[in-house]
């Protein structure tokens, strides 16, 4: 991959120990609960799972845009550019949502306010962020739209999202998300409701902007050949935790937490006949409830009586690539 | 938007045509307009002369154009009752009217709104429980009976508002709260409800993800998207406006069209009643337009269908 | 490889929606609601039996008796040949006396009750003719009873029909069911509703006729607009393929789906017949007197509030209040329970 040689050690994002629980009348969902990574400059990771596992919440922790109540996060730090985003109040948060770390939501459909206008929504970010005049903040606006290939940008700033397609609106969401150079874009499966070919031209667009301006993006999905076409490293979630992290390339050639391996296995495959997809056989367990041992292991086709025992601590399988599974110790 | 705007008007002008056309039945349905002017004592030959005059010798459709001619001139027959034109005696009464459905819909809206926006924000706090009780009161209790009891309380036990009547300034206080509480019942409600379902949208999440503050979250971005589903439900409101006015004129002995329309009825002053009801539907029709064209200024999806 | 895990692995509910679909399931009954619901039922079911006095006969000696819990007032009067005008307050006449006390005599003072006292013979009081507040509450539960059941059954079952053939057909049908639905909410029916129950006269089946012009609208366009979603359904495109009949299909494949939802549109529009027919017998186009029906009795007793008997109005307009706040909790808490999709219609 040609970005790897590019991949420069500094960090932008350290998140540690990161926990996010609900409170429900049935006890507190544990939806995040413990998951540590880091992100470096102009690197990828994507975040993989089923739905329900995390993924999503981990996002709104990241950009401190969990609903409290319920929602609360209990521990952990979220470092970005030396600010622990977990400490900083509505305020500060303010300044750094949009700016520093930026985000990009699944359904295009739905995460343009329908009754304002593309360029009313595109240059608000640029007017709460840069203290420019209200002239150059239309310039920049337009630009922003250039960059994601908006034809005809300019009257296209007077159209109301309903005036435009999906592969359209989620160009513009694209365009908010990189509107004012953020170290940090997340997007949360960016690309589930488009069609194949927009969603392979939207995927590129992506990696272009990303080369252009250094961005370190986290990708959360549950496709993995997104993850294949995209990503530099990649941590697999499953029940609130992260289990598997590494190189994509660790994780495609030497999957090492069962789950993952199922996962794998579950995809079809373009070379291979087969005469029947593999599935996981069950339910992740309830967030709410989670089992002692190890939260996999009512599906784990090699399950051994320590899983249900305790958790598993973290091992290393290669230089960079974790997985938390009793059979690696 | 010329062609919604279209659309609409032409809709209203069916409607007040086809109210017309129901009123027009109904007066002949109820009865021969003459039983009205002439009584017993009246020989064949009034009766005949009268028939020529209301235009009864020609055929229906021939009469329910005159009648239509005649309401498109302002000239509505005469009250039986106060024997001079319909439309002089709806004339004088139509501001008190007027001027209890402003206030009592301004009133609405004044504590409609915010309350549901807020019962939505604070969601299963007292006062969204305060919310709910007051909708709950304003969609249950009957006005009438709200009316009375208000009128008990505060005119009668605690002195400090007049029981009925058009005289102060404040004699208007409870007419409107009471008319006006169903409608900020009915407000609150839907703003509440459209106001959850907005704060829970994605739009909702990538605004405050673009580092938006809170307070500009709810006030340009949600507000206007609340508002929405009220406007929607606009027509169905105004209807009860009519219900509500003639309850709370007859309670509260309100100089307006509503206790209008009960004086007429139990007078059985036909050409009166007829009058008031075109009154009321042409309001109506009116007031929905401008609701209309409010809809399509909030609700772009409407302005470029 | 671009292959979607979403399509293999059949993603499991999240969690925030099976927490969700647990609270629906062990959300409470709501019991106060039903209770007093079942209340008005058994009140108008059973009403000769439970009802302590004649509802629609009084004694004059009893009008105006305060509810049970009440003390009545009393005065030391002066019994004299004839009032003066100073000292009305303070004396009574020897004839008034002598009703009292047959061996009164002028000079005497005597006790007289100027306000009576409550009696646990009249729990809410008696009105203005001496009629029993309690009973006539009692019976007036029959009328809303009889009225909201008549009315749901004729004026829902037309709106059911012109639904289902509105959202079935589509078109110039559907186009005129819905201006006609326009046109009903511009149309002050209240007004033509007095008009029509004052003419045609003041009986039950005119009442329930011009209730159902009310509400059949409602109905039909909930079914519309379910129809117009369910018709595309595969198993009616196959029972069309398979060849049954319009009515067929309508009734049997399409109606059933729509009952959930009928449930708590019936429920919601029974508090508002409700509320319309105790509109109508307020404003004197109710049931003819002396029938009880609750919008009439607030009505007898708005007169009287000056002079501080307020329970002759205030109490059966309690009854329609506490009514219509069951039926509306009751049917909020149907809703969760069987079309959480309806929230957004109300």
């Not at chain 1, 540690?16 to 409170?23: A, G, S, V």
């Not at chain 1, 056989?281 to 249900?308: I, W, Y």
């Not at chain 2, 302002?74 to 402003?102: F, H, K, N």
């Not at chain 3, 306000?115 to 509450?137: E, M, N």
Request: positive net charge.
């Amino acid at each position: 991959m040609a970005t790897e040689t590019r991949i420069n050690t500094e960090t932008v994002l350290e998140v540690e120990d990161l926990r996010t629980y609900f409170r429900t009348r049935w006890g507190t969902v544990k939806a995040v609960d413990g998951i540590s990574f880091d992100l470096r400059k102009g690197e990828t990771l994507g975040i993989v799972g089923e739905s329900g596992c995390g993924k999503s919440v981990t996002m709104l922790s990241l950009m401190r845009l969990i609903p409290t109540p319920p929602g609360r996060i209990v521990s952990g730090k979220i470092i970005l550019d030396g600010d622990d985003l977990v400490q900083l109040s509505e305020n500060e948060l303010g300044k750094i949502r949009g700016s520093k770390i930026a985000l990009i939501i699944q359904d295009p459909m739905t995460s343009l306010n329908p009754v304002f206008t593309i360029g009313d929504q595109v240059e608000e970010a640029i007017k709460i962020h840069q203290d420019i005049p209200k002239r150059s903040v239309m310039e920049h606006a337009l630009q922003v739209l250039r960059k994601v290939n908006i034809p005809a940008a300019e009257s296209r700033m007077k159209d109301y999202p309903h005036q435009m397609s999906g592969g359209m609106r989620q160009r513009v969401v694209g365009a908010i998300g990189i509107s004012c150079q953020p170290k940090v874009l997340i997007a949360d499966e960016p690309t589930t409701s488009l069609d194949v070919t927009i969603q392979a031209q939207y995927l590129k667009l992506l990696k272009d902007l990303q080369k252009d301006s250094d961005m370190s993006l986290i990708f959360i999905t549950h496709d993995f050949g997104i993850v294949a076409k995209m990503c530099d490293r990649v941590a697999v979630m499953y029940a609130g935790r992260i289990v598997e992290h590494g190189s994509v390339r660790d994780i495609f050639n030497n999957p090492s937490h069962p789950y993952t391996a199922a996962l794998l296995a579950s995809v079809p495959k373009m070379d291979v006949d087969v005469d029947r997809l593999f599935s996981i056989e069950g339910q992740p367990p309830p967030l709410h409830n989670l089992p002692v041992g190890c939260s996999f292991a009512d599906r784990c086709p090699v399950v051994m009586d320590k899983c249900r025992e305790a958790y598993p601590n973290r091992s290393t399988v290669s230089d960079g690539h974790t997985a938390a599974c009793w059979k690696l110790e | 938007m010329q062609k919604y705007l279209a659309r609409r008007f032409v809709l209203a002008f069916v409607t007040l045509l086809a109210v017309s056309l129901i009123i027009f039945i109904m007066s002949r349905v109820s009865g021969d307009p003459r039983h009205i002017y002439l009584d017993d004592y009246s020989t064949q030959e009034d009766w005949d002369r009268m028939g020529v005059v209301l235009g009864l010798d020609k055929p229906y459709y021939q009469q329910y154009g005159l009648f239509l001619k005649g309401a498109i001139r302002g000239d509505l027959g005469e009250s039986v009752r106060e024997a001079r034109p319909v439309t002089s005696v709806i004339w004088e009464r139509l501001p008190a009217t007027l001027m209890l459905g402003a206030v009592a819909f301004t009133l609405s809206l004044l504590i409609g709104v915010p309350l549901g926006i807020l019962s939505a924000i604070k969601r299963g706090t007292p006062l969204d429980a305060l919310g709910k009780l007051v909708a709950l009161i304003g969609q249950s209790a009957p006005p009438f009976w709200l009316g009375i009891m208000l009128m008990f309380f505060f005119a009668v036990k605690l002195g400090v508002l007049p029981p009925y009547g058009k005289q102060d300034w404040n004699s208007i206080v409870l007419p409107a709260v009471t008319l006006g509480w169903y409608y900020a019942a009915a407000n609150l409600r839907l703003v509440r409800s459209a106001m959850l379902d907005v704060l829970d949208s994605e739009y909702i999440k990538l605004a405050r993800a673009k580092g938006v503050n809170s307070r500009t979250v709810i006030l340009k971005h949600a507000f206007r998207n609340a508002l929405i589903p009220p406007l929607t439900f606009a027509g169905v409101t105004l209807g009860a406006l009519v219900t509500g006015s003639l309850v709370v004129e007859t309670v509260f002995a309100w100089p307006g069209l509503g206790r209008l329309a009960i004086e007429a009825l139990f007078a059985f002053d036909y050409p009166l009643l007829q009058g008031v009801v075109i009154t009321f539907t042409l309001l109506y029709v009116i007031a929905a337009f401008i609701v209309d064209v409010l809809y399509a200024y909030v609700d772009p999806r409407i302005r470029y269908a | 490889m671009a292959a979607d895990l979403s399509g293999i692995i059949i993603a499991p509910p999240t969690t925030m929606a099976r927490a969700a679909g647990a609270y629906r399931k062990f959300r409470r009954w709501p019991v106060i609601p039903l209770f007093l619901l079942g209340l008005v039922v058994f009140a108008g079911l059973f009403a000769p039996l439970i009802s302590p006095h004649n509802p629609e006969k009084g004694e004059l000696k009893d009008r105006n008796i305060p509810p049970a819990w009440l003390g009545g007032e009393t005065a030391l009067k002066l019994v004299v040949e004839r009032l003066s005008i100073n000292d009305r307050g303070s004396q009574v006449t020897l004839r008034d006396a002598l009703v009292i006390n047959p061996n009164a005599k002028v000079g005497d003072q005597l006790v007289i009750v100027t306000k009576p006292a409550g009696s646990t013979k009249f729990l809410l009081g008696t009105d203005h003719l001496g009629r029993d507040v309690l009973s006539r509450i009692i019976y007036g539960a029959r009328i809303s009873l009889i009225v909201s059941i008549v009315t749901l059954g004729v004026g829902g079952s037309i709106g059911v029909v012109l639904g289902l053939a509105a959202g079935y057909y589509g078109g110039w049908v559907d186009e005129t069911l819905m201006r006609l639905v326009d046109i009903k909410l511009a149309i002050p029916l209240i007004l033509i509703a007095l008009v029509l129950v004052i003419t045609l006269g003041q009986s039950l089946a005119i009442i329930v006729t011009v209730l159902c012009l009310f509400i059949w609208p409602r109905f039909a366009r909930q079914v519309r607009g379910e129809v117009l979603q369910l018709k595309n359904m595969d198993y009616v495109s196959l029972a069309k393929v398979s060849g049954a009949s319009t009515a067929r299909i309508l009734f049997i494949h399409i109606f059933p789906g729509t009952i959930n939802t009928l449930i708590v549109v019936a429920t919601l529009q029974v508090g508002i017949v409700i509320l319309l027919e105790s509109t109508l017998s307020f404003l004197g186009a109710g049931v003819p007197p002396p029938t009880p029906a609750w919008g009439s009795m607030v009505a007898d007793g708005r007169d009287k509030l000056a002079g501080g008997v307020w329970w002759i109005s205030t109490f059966p307009g309690l009854a329609i209040m506490l009514t219509v706040v069951s039926l509306n909790l009751f049917g909020d808490w149907l809703r969760d329970k069987l079309d959480p999709r309806l929230r957004q219609m109300e």
